[in-house]
Each structure stands twice: as C-alpha cells, then as structure tokens.
Nanobody, 128 residues
C-alpha cells in the first residue's frame, strides 16, 4: 500500500522560499504521476503542480508559474516542490497525491479525480 508523507512546510516571510518534499513508502513511485494541491483557509482545494511518471511533463497553475518548480528523485522515492518568491496568497495546507493510471508521459494538475493516494498535508504560512 502506497503511503505519502509531506514535509518542509513552515512559516516564511514574503519573498522567501521553501522546499516541500513528498516521500513515498510501501510502493515505488516510478509509475505514478504526482500532483501537489493546496487549500487556503475558507477556500476549496486547488491544483498547484504535477509531474508525470517519466518526469518529462510538468504542469503549474498560472499563479505559481515562474516561482515554483516540481521535480522527482525516483531513487529516493520522493517528489519535491521548490517554492520561491512566496506570497501571502500561497498560504495554505499543501498536499501531495499519486496517480497510478495516467499515461507515463502525462499528469493531471488541475483535477483531483485521477489521484488515488493522498498525504496528510503540510502547512505553509507566508507572512507580510
């Protein structure tokens, strides 16, 4: 059974950086697309980024393009989300999720339905 654990969240000032990690156990991530989602207080969860199993395709929602970078290290069974130039609107709980069934060279970054496994989330707070 695949289990996902997020880490790396915390409190950071505007303009700062954080690197989130999504570590998997139980199953190799080699054939899973991974997505990052976030939920701000009082708002619905939204897709932030995703990376295909191959690593060759990535997706970013418009509000994070040029600031966030997703990557994966299959040897470590871990996916990362590097977040730079953080803004207060980036505040929220960040979740990673795994999708076993998307095409090897694809990922679905804007919808939750393909994702079967979810982590518990890590809090990111960006202060003024």
């Amino acid at each position: 059974q695949l289990a996902l654990v997020e880490s790396g969240g915390g409190l950071v000032q505007v303009g700062g950086s954080l690197r989130l990690s999504c570590a998997a156990s139980g199953v190799s991530l080699d054939y899973y697309a991974i997505g990052w989602f976030r939920q701000a207080p009082g708002k619905e969860r939204e897709g932030v980024s995703c990376i295909s199993s191959s690593g060759g395709r990535t997706y970013y929602t418009d509000s994070v393009k040029g600031r966030f970078t997703i990557s994966r290290d299959n040897a470590k069974n871990t996916v990362y989300l590097q977040m730079n130039s953080l803004k207060p609107e980036d505040t929220g709980v960040y979740y990673c999720a795994a999708d076993r069934w998307s095409n090897y060279h694809d990922c679905k970054g804007h919808v939750e339905s393909p994702y079967d496994y979810w982590g518990q989330g890590t809090q990111v707070t960006v202060s003024e």
